[in-house]
């Protein structure tokens, strides 16, 4: 029998973690001589305040929910991809090269070109896990370690591209020329207006956000509907079990890799196709990590995934705003503290709420169990 | 081109290796006694952030460099406590962990700092005694002028800051310590097979907080090194990639210390041509700078691949020891 009801385990452990982890944020904000209840108000006002504040909630929220749901499905085979990073980073490649490069009779709607860029954008996501995917599947290399350094060469790799080859010479900054206008992915505000909903022009949240829900309805499908998700789930429970049970352990590693960088790749379509319309270095900007947090939270489930990436949206969204509200007294970098402290908390001193909820839950049980003897 | 310049050449070469090899031996080291007792870190870079941070600002305040290495070398083993925490006491994910190490470092570092010195996570600048200086050796300075021996004395091997001769002496010592104390075969057994340690009556917890703590105590040091050695203050983003050189190195060196220096003077050297010699011009085609950079984390990966050599981390790396009951 389980130590305790699965709603604890879903609800409770998370809740009491983030909880934790906003305290102990709090003392950080205490500690440099600042009021941590003006600075919460001051981090929700700016991320639900205003319909700009949706839309850069919800606009980070669509890369947390890409790179989440890419932490997610490898999460279920038991692999730990750590490198969503350099694979969303060289996917804003696979989304550059057919808009600078095709034929503009190839791009006449945004609806054409969002289909070339998610074809670039997944395979070269994909591409970029597909190595080390086949070094842990058929040389024992450790994931981890192989996904860091190509996180480290994608850095490299762009920077090469963006300074030379693809640079636009036009400007003194490491980054492409913008992309055609047919190109131009709808925005949150186009998209409403038909519906009398004035959206903020400003915001950048664009149609990637629809596709990442869509994505995290079809990792659903996949994950508990097709045998695919079932092969991956039971080599993810017993590596050994589902060798017995004849299921590739070659072939299962290399599918999930690719899938999961397929995913991180979706990132670029939100910010180099719908945000930035040009590729720019640093676009990641720490989302193939902060993906590893929503995914803990969401406990590896997509509807879990999505309500984390809406909250990690917000507070990054939310950290902007301490910068101004504060007058650079509270940097922006009191988000990465922030973010740090769940991924503690959800993730690594996970124990440290469970151990005693698990002790209460059992106490809590052991009376009833007596009399029902 | 001549011979003295040619050579003149390497011996600056080599110089700035040195200088640039240092912290990452010193880090290479760190994981090494970690990850030797079976604790995986990828923490290692947000350590050596902090310290560098803290060692900085402590330098700063007090004027003395050895106070700020004091307070650096502290603040990181507070950072390896709680990755000791999480992943012996409470038997989290070793990975996640060090994950979460390295952000807590990028974002507190900035934050305090732009709070105390308002400059968006600068630390004034140092100088004087908050400042190491440079250690001339005995007769440098009478040697110079001999020819080929004398700039290899004066100036490759004396004229280094304190660090950097810490940093080489703790290679033959991790390597008497690991493979000639009882300490060190109980660190390497707790890595392996800390069942047979724990039979053996001794406590895989304590071995591994040991492990750790060391570990945090050498990151310190690194860290210290970047801010008030190398650099002369304290900058966002500092250490730059040099935690995952070094755990690149950890790997090259196969876990074993000569090998682990030897890989960080490799990687060293990389740096040094990177910094020197930008692009190089080979007439055929340009090896372009980010090559270079890159190298230590290609030959990481082929290394890895066991295409070259087969690299096999200790066998309970990774795993939370959890005692029968």
């Known amino acids: ?373 | 081109m001549d011979f003295l310049h040619v050579f003149s050449q390497l011996i600056a070469t080599f110089d700035s290796t040195i200088r640039l090899a240092t912290v990452l031996l010193i880090a290479c080291l760190a994981g090494l006694y970690s990850e030797r007792s079976g604790i995986f870190d990828i923490g290692l870079e947000g350590k050596m952030l902090i310290s560098a941070f803290v060692s900085a600002a402590a330098a700063y305040e007090t004027g003395s460099a050895w106070v700020g290495l004091l307070f650096g070398c502290g603040a990181s083993i507070i950072f390896s406590l709680i990755h000791g925490l999480a992943s012996i006491t409470f038997r989290g994910n070793q990975l996640i962990s060090g994950v979460a190490i390295n952000f807590l470092a990028s974002g507190l570092t900035v934050v305090i700092g732009n709070a105390w010195y308002g400059k968006g996570g600068q630390t004034p600048t140092l100088e004087g005694a908050a400042r190491f200086g440079e250690i001339t050796l005995p007769f440098a300075n009478a040697l110079r002028d001999v020819p080929l021996i004398g700039p290899i004395y004066s100036d490759l091997i004396s004229g280094h800051k304190p660090l950097v001769y810490i940093g080489f002496l703790l290679v033959p010592l991790t390597w008497w310590l690991l493979f000639r104390t009882r300490f060190g075969l109980r660190l390497r057994a707790v890595g392996e097979n800390p069942e047979s340690v724990d039979t053996a009556g001794i406590s895989v917890v304590r071995m591994r907080y040991t492990a750790v703590l060391i570990c945090g105590l050498l990151c310190g040091i690194a860290g210290s090194y970047l801010s008030t050695s190398q650099g002369a203050n304290f900058g966002r983003e500092m250490t730059a990639g040099r935690g995952y050189i070094a755990l690149a190195a950890l790997i090259f060196a196969k876990w074993r210390p000569w090998y682990a220096m030897y890989a960080c003077l490799l990687f060293g050297l990389l740096e040094a041509i990177s910094n020197l010699y930008p692009n190089i011009d080979l007439g055929l085609f340009v090896i372009p700078v980010q090559f270079t950079q890159a190298l230590p984390y290609i030959l990481t990966v082929v290394i890895l691949a066991g295409f070259v050599g087969k690299a096999i981390p200790p066998r309970a790396g990774g795993e939370p020891y959890v005692k029968e009951r």
């Open chain 1, 1 to 373: 029998m389980d130590k305790m009801p699965r709603w604890a385990d879903v609800v409770l452990i998370p809740l009491i973690s983030l909880s934790l982890a906003f305290v102990a944020a709090g003392l950080v904000v205490a500690a440099i001589g600042e009021n941590p209840f003006h600075a919460l108000a001051v981090m929700i006002k700016g991320a639900f305040g205003s319909t700009s504040g949706w839309g850069y909630t919800l606009y980070y929220a669509t890369n947390y929910i890409f790179t989440g749901l890419a932490v997610a499905v490898a999460f279920h085979a038991k692999l730990f991809n750590i490198g969503g990073e350099g694979q969303a980073w060289v996917a804003g490649l696979g989304v550059a090269l057919p808009m600078l490069f095709l034929p503009s009779w190839l791009v006449p709607h945004w609806t054409i070109a969002l289909v070339w860029c998610t074809l670039g954008a997944m395979l070269f996501g994909a591409g970029w896990a597909a190595i080390p995917a086949y070094l842990q599947a058929k040389r024992g290399s450790h994931i981890v370690i192989t996904t860091i350094m190509f996180n480290l060469i994608a850095g490299a790799v762009m920077g090469y591209l963006l300074n030379g080859w693809l640079k636009n010479p036009d400007t003194q900054s490491a980054e492409t020329v913008k992309f055609p206008a047919a190109a131009h992915l709808p925005s949150a505000h186009e998209m409403l207006a038909p519906f009398g909903i004035n959206f903020s022009r400003s915001a950048p949240l664009n149609f990637a956000f629809i596709l990442a829900l869509a994505a995290a309805v079809l990792v659903w499908f996949l994950i508990w509907r097709t045998r695919m998700g079932y092969q991956m789930r039971a080599f993810g429970h017993s590596e050994s079990a589902a060798r017995y049970a004849g299921i590739p352990a070659v072939k299962i590693t290399l599918v999930t890799m690719l899938i999961s960088g397929a995913l991180a790749g979706m990132l670029a379509i939100n910010v180099v196709m719908g945000e930035q319309e040009r590729l720019i270095r640093d676009f990641v900007e720490g989302a193939g990590f902060v993906g590893i947090a929503v995914s803990l939270m969401g406990r590896s489930h997509p509807i879990g995934i999505v309500l984390a990436a809406i909250l990690f949206g917000a507070l990054t969204q939310g950290g902007f705003e301490l910068l101004f509200e504060f007058n650079n007294r509270i940097s922006r970098e009191m988000v990465l503290v922030i973010q740090a402290l769940i991924i503690l908390f959800t993730g690594a001193l996970d124990n440290l709420v469970r151990y005693p909820l698990e002790a209460m839950f059992l106490r809590l049980r052991a009376p009833a169990k007596a009399v029902s003897k």
